[in-house]
């Protein structure tokens, strides 16, 4: 029976948001206007959204344009062309929710789910946008912009993605299906599908749970499943509010962790936190100090480092060397080891520090000559050093984002699986995000490992 | 347990309930509050009449967009308002100004318990000009009616449009203005839509021809609503076919006119970047000074009288006395007679009875552009033949806004009867008030009188043709 729903539906893939399989393809276009009343008027769609069916389609932005090139959601087909004649798009013959190609299990290299999930304003939306954005805003992250691996993303989706990817409005369905491809060395084929849930139902206010759609996303397909927990750098004074929202969120993923019963999903879903905001960090005269009495060997230029100004690309230039040197494994270790208490500015410093080490490797890899000329990837696995001064830095991130939950009262991650955890330090530089793009790394090496 | 709870919605890193209210409630304003404009002329929002998350309730609220500079994101909203039974909001419209005003918790309170309690509000919102013109449309158009707004003075007309248009406004729903389509499942009444349009010539033909709706919104503008409900209910529940002729068919003649004088208010405009408007009525004219002399006539003639006998009791013992020649020549250096005809000049002016009555009646002159055209040439016409009005008032005369027209005639009136102004003075929000205002102080006037009344009825009268 699997086999000939897989035959009759070349998609066979659960939707993320009903649960049923098949699908139908979409031809023609319609304008927003049109496709949001076609939605209204489609209570599984609604439903399935999480919207009330009794009042309708939230509007788009009140400057939005009335595109026309939105992916119709009539069934059966309407006559006409396919919107771009490149890629064939698919809705869920049940919900019609329009599923990206990423979706679709089809014949790539690996697939990828991402699930990410917040409080409202803790930066899903810019971690996002960074992800799904063009290449070419990409010039702080460290796998984009590289001849040797690609990015697209799916153009067409439901109202209102356009506007949340590139404007940052506030999104107003439960859920949000966006897909990115990545193509490595032209043959290596990676489907990221994600699904951005609405910040509202992990603070206690919304009564619908999503832990079933977490669950269906993050099982379905032969790859890995990512829980992304974005979660925002407040400082030490606000720390003790984010606390607050984190606990919501974490009870949400304990929750969840005990609906994994399957030993498959256990096994395949990986977890993380995407730490954001980390560039309104600000350096403190304790945290030299920190450095001076734990890492005597590099305190020289951690400090100078950290010290640097507010436009840190410029003055960072003249430590571009550090990032050769392997050292960072000095403060890394300084970290895990120290039992010192870091207060709360001092740890402010630490992060402000770590954002400025991400700063100077991006600095360092557009730089870089090697031997077969420049640097063609901003990031190289296995051997090179790259490889090496990220994950120091992304271990760093682990043991700051500890101390700093640990020291506004709260325990989290905890539990057994604590360790599988992993942060992604992130931040805005220049209007453009720092490092956003590491959860592709992970995505692409995890194909590797 | 009250039937009526207020409620206050604010996006606070994610939508919540300041107070009263569930996150249900916010899932429910949604599809209202999501891409709300937050410009700076219409950030400030709109009414909301809609039915509750359950059926058997209805919310009353101001609704807004929040601009993104205020909370680092775009789509955020704001609501305020009461949610209660459906159908118990009829007399909502006469809460506006508690309605409109920045949330606060006991008024909104406040307000729930008056609709506990049946209460009517203390005051209809201002009726904007247009309501006539936009009362012919709805009438001669299909649900959802689209009532399109040019700036937000012109909110006013929601209300208004609820009262007298053609759903019985327990009944009817309302939105806020926006500009992107709503896409509802349950379709408004009144679909509320930001636009920049002028009155087309088929809505000119509408208002022009329709004297039933002329009637009505001047039955309301004088006070009278409840008579302008009536008024408007056989149309309600006229067929489409029936309805068009009964708007465009000839007043009745046993059905009395409306009133010839009418008292006009200037309405503080909420929002700085609009122009000032006249609106509505609230007490006819004749009716107040009626009243106003009922009371005070006798008093005031015995009084006069008094005066007069103690001022002329010693001449007439004189002229008793005296030569008749001695007589005359008294009378010819005597001022009262200077008085007497500054007394008759000034009452001339504000007095209703005692002017022309022009071609146009006074009581809708101004609500049709061809009548306010007829209003303004004869304006004109006066200006020529009273040299001693500056250029710079006789072009806002010509080529104002309406309001700067309105202005510059009453400054021409202050210059014109400069040494015995009645003290009428339009108080104009803007500049064209403010100016008008510092004429009548330079102009010494004894008295400056702050209402429409008197002021609007001059210049209406003043337009008249002169004999």
Known sequence: ????????????????????????????????????????????????????????????????ENRDFLAAVQHPPVKGDGLDGDREHYRCKNCATLLPPEFMPADVTDDVAITVAGAARHGKTSWLVAILAPPDNADYEIVRRSDDLQTFCYEFAEPYTFDVVKRGFRSPLFYQLFGTTLVRRKTEVTYIRTVDIKGEMFVGLAKKSPNEVILRHLGSGSGSGWLLVVDQFAGAAQASEGGATLRNIASAYEGLSVQMTEEHTRRKVRKAIVW???????????????????????????????????????????????????????????????????????????????????????LRASNFIGPQGRLQTKFQYLMDQGFAYVEDCQMIARQLYARDRRSAMHDYPRGENADDWRVFPCGRFDERSVWADQILIEAVAGARR | ?????????????????????????????????????????????????????????????????????????????QAWGVIGPTGGFGSWMTFWDALSAA?????????????????????????????????ADLYTAEVPYRIALRTPSELALLPWCCLLGPVEAQDATIGPPRRMRLNLNVPMTYDVSIADTSLTDQQRTNIASSPLLLDIVARAQRGDVDGAVDAVWPLRNAKAADRRKRIFAPLPASQPPAAKERALVQTPVADETSEPVIEATIEPFADRVQRWGAAWTPILVAMILLLQLAEFAPRILRRIAAPPANIAATDTTDSMATDTSAT????????????????????????????????????????????VVPQSTAAALLAGTWNERVAAALAMQLQVNESRCAGIVLPLDGSAGQRTMAAARSSNCASVRTDLSGALQWLCESSAPQS
């Open chain 1, 1 to 64: 029976m699997s086999f000939l729903s897989s035959f009759l539906h070349p998609f066979s893939l659960p939707c993320p948001l009903c649960g049923k399989k098949g699908t139908y393809k979409v031809r023609g276009t319609v304008d927003y206007d049109t496709l949001a009343t076609q939605l209204a008027a489609h209570a599984k769609w609604m439903r399935n959204h999480g919207l009330s069916e009794t009042t309708g389609v939230p509007a788009p932005p009140d400057n939005a």
């Open chain 2, 103 to 135: 949330p606060e918790r006991e008024r909104l309170d406040a307000l729930a318990s008056a609709f506990e309690r049946g209460d009517d509000g203390p005051a209809y919102p201002p009726m904007p000009q247009r309501l006539a013109s936009l009362l």
């Open chain 2, 1 to 77: 347990m009250p039937k009526y709870e207020s409620f206050h919605l604010r996006y606070d890193g994610g939508q919540r309930a300041v107070h009263g209210g569930t996150y249900g409630l916010v899932e429910h304003l949604e599809p209202f509050g999501s891409g709300l404009p937050t410009d700076a002329v219409w950030r400030n929002g709109g009414p909301l009449l809609v039915g509750g998350p359950n059926k058997t309730q209805q919310i009353l609220a101001w609704i807004r967009g929040i601009p993104a500079e205020e909370v680092k994101r775009e789509g955020a909203w």
């Open chain 1, 276 to 362: 954001t905001f980390l560039d309104e960090a600000t350096w403190t005269p304790g945290a030299a100090a920190w450095i001076e009495k734990n890492t005597p060997a590099i305190a020289g230029p951690l400090v100078k480092i950290g010290q640097t100004a507010q436009q840190p690309i410029a003055t960072l230039q003249p430590f571009v060397e550090f990032v050769d040197g392997n050292q960072l494994e000095a403060l890394r270790v300084a970290l895990e080891t120290t039992s010192d208490i870091l207060d709360g500015p001092t740890l402010d410093g630490l992060i402000a520090l770590l954002f400025r080490l991400q700063l100077l490797y991006t």
């Open chain 2, 344 to 387: 008759d000049t000034t009452s001339a002016a504000i007095t209703p009875a005692t002017a022309t009555v022009p071609a146009i009646s006074c009581n809708n002159w101004w609500t049709t552009p061809e009548t306010q055209a007829q209003v303004i040439d004869r304006l004109r016409q006066r200006l020529q033949a009273t040299p």
